[in-house]
């Protein structure tokens, strides 16, 4: 068979995918909470060392910064440049590397966050909204609305006092693979599915919550028990992925010639994880075991030190205050291994100190994210690109080592053979800037027909 000629291609090489050495260690919060210049920029203390790279990702990280604060002003790629000071082609290619993102799709996206901003905030109307972030139209503004959050700005305007939503699917949304990855474990404590209802206990800012959604082909109801209906609505488009370009996707696939990869799933997501936190307990507990192993550790730590919601049979995740409270010797008798206690409680203790602020790493570039995750003990390559692109919503990850991952690209490819590190970066950089999409897929692809 001709091997096709992207196998050839050269793959740029991540922080975190070619294992960066790492230098002396900072405490994160000073990583991310320096003082900032007049345009945004990150103020470097003399203590940080310095990358090659760190001054076009500083002037990055600064327009970045510009266009979330005033999308309007940016109307096109062509005005990205403009304002970076350089050719097209190399602001595509600085934020590719540090956002993950095209220009096109890093505008889209912060238009919209500025508009559910404002509708939240400010009592605009739609149309004042769409014109207040710079949108080309309101009815086209208002069906990437729809499309991107599930509800007509008008809807998503009233959710604070809410406490039920019905949220519209794309068309051809795949259901029956966000169910199949929802009821992976059938005896979890936190969650349950039982056909078309799932329900899962969670934390929504000062509260516990019990989320109840039923599924239907076109559209998901939603009801909760407590908490902001803004943040329950972020949580949900979270969970069923809205906010994900998967039509960006199947276009690279098929622009590479590997249409197969999407055949029956083109509108599948990556369902994002209640918290970043609960991300980084599974990420750390899922390290070099089977998943049966996997989910069993996990329910002995929720019923640990979990949160019971009131009233209820299901536990939410501990806060990383409970976990950090705990010893190694606490967790020993539930079979996790001593390293991986100490990791697990460690790294809480961080995150409860306020070293690790971990909510943070939402609005941080990838490059900085991966540098200050990789500073963690037992956060390796694998686990920070699995949390990127589970938990912060990163779309161009890719989780070397991953045994999924390269047995999806051998069969994907027809491979004699796995591919190794290297080989997984270089094949799967055809995907780009969509390569944790294309992991999702190539998870998938593995698995019978749900």
Avoid at 34 to 62: F, H, K, N, Y
Wanted: proline share 7%; aromatic share 6%; glycine share 8%.
């Amino acid at each position: 068979m001709r091997r096709p000629s992207f196998l050839q291609s050269r793959c740029p090489r991540t922080e975190a995918s070619r294992g960066a050495p790492r230098s002396r260690r900072i405490p994160v919060s000073r990583q991310i909470l320096e003082p900032r210049g007049p345009t945004g920029s990150l103020v470097l203390s003399s203590t940080m060392r310095l990358a090659p790279d760190d001054t076009e990702l500083e002037q990055t990280e600064a327009l970045v910064a510009d266009v979330r604060r005033t999308p309007k002003a940016y109307a096109s790629p062509a005005a990205l440049a403009r304002r970076l000071g350089k050719p097209a082609t190399k602001v595509s290619e600085l934020l590719r590397q540090h956002y993950h993102a095209s220009p096109e799709d890093l505008l889209l996206q912060a238009r919209r966050s500025s508009a559910r901003d404002l509708l939240r905030r400010s009592g605009a109307t739609p149309s004042e909204a769409a014109a207040e972030v710079g949108a080309r139209s309101a009815a086209g503004f208002e069906r990437d609305f729809r499309r991107s959050c599930g509800l007509d700005p008008s809807d998503y305007a009233a959710l604070g006092t809410a406490r039920r939503i019905v949220l519209s699917l794309p068309n051809g949304y795949p259901v029956h693979y966000l169910k199949r990855s929802l009821g992976r474990d059938a005896d979890s404590v936190s969650e349950r599915l039982e056909g078309d209802d799932y329900r899962a206990a969670v934390q929504i800012g000062p509260e516990l919550s019990l989320i109840h959604l039923r599924f239907s082909p076109a559209r998901v109801s939603v009801e909760w028990t407590g908490g902001d209906g803004y943040a329950v609505h972020a949580l949900v488009v979270g969970l069923l992925g809205l906010q994900q370009n998967a039509a960006g996707f199947v276009r690279v696939a098929r622009r590479a010639g590997l249409s197969r990869l999407t055949n029956g799933r083109a509108e599948l997501r990556i369902v994002q994880t209640p918290s970043v936190y609960e991300g980084l307990l599974w990420a750390i507990i899922g390290q070099q075991i089977n998943l049966p192993f996997a989910f069993a550790l996990r329910r002995r730590l929720f019923e640990l030190v979990g949160q019971r919601v009131p009233g209820g049979a299901l536990i939410a995740a501990p806060m990383p205050e409970a976990v950090a409270r705990l010893e190694p010797a606490d967790l020993l008798p539930l079979q996790f291994s001593r390293q991986k206690a100490d990791y697990l409680i460690g790294v809480s203790r961080r995150i409860a100190s306020g070293e690790l602020p971990l909510e943070t790493l939402r609005s941080q570039s990838a490059t900085r994210v991966e540098r200050i995750l990789l500073t963690q003990r037992g956060i390796g390559p694998w686990s920070v690109n699995y949390l990127m692109m589970r938990s912060l919503g990163f779309g161009d990850c890719v989780p070397v080592g991953d045994t999924g991952l390269t047995s999806g690209l051998q069969r994907l490819l027809r491979l004699e053979e796995r591919p190794d590190a290297k080989t997984t970066l270089r094949l799967m950089e055809v995907f780009a800037p969509y390569r944790s999409l294309a992991t999702a897929h190539l998870w998938a692809s593995k698995q019978p027909l749900p």
